[in-house]
């Protein structure tokens, strides 16, 4: 199993609301430039925490029916899912311990 994934309307079901481990869904742009600050970020939290947590990377311009479905209107937005729950969020780039902090609170 890959602790990070890139998620679409097809398989979001089964990769987060499904999921056995708690799920970061990164709601993201490849034009957007704080995206790009805390990508590193969280692949480093999707390795360091292999096999109990997952990031699931949601293109907001490929899947915007998704974006619409959570409301989000403004990235990145991290939203925080456990047993298919949404449990926490989290809007705009924020510092490793923060997301470190987030990601303790749901694993």
Known sequence: ???????????FDTEVM??????????WAEWC??????????DDLAKSHSGKLKVA??????EPELAMQFNVSSIPTLLFF??????KQQIGAVPRQVLEKLVKDII
């Open 1 to 11: 199993m890959t602790d990070e994934i890139t998620i679409t309307k097809g398989n």
């Open 18 to 27: 499904k999921s056995a481990v708690p799920v970061v869904a990164d709601f």
């Open 33 to 42: 430039g704080p995206c790009r600050v805390i990508a590193p970020l969280l």
């Open 57 to 62: 990377k949601i293109n907001v311009d490929q």
């Open 82 to 87: 456990k047993n298919g729950q949404l449990v």
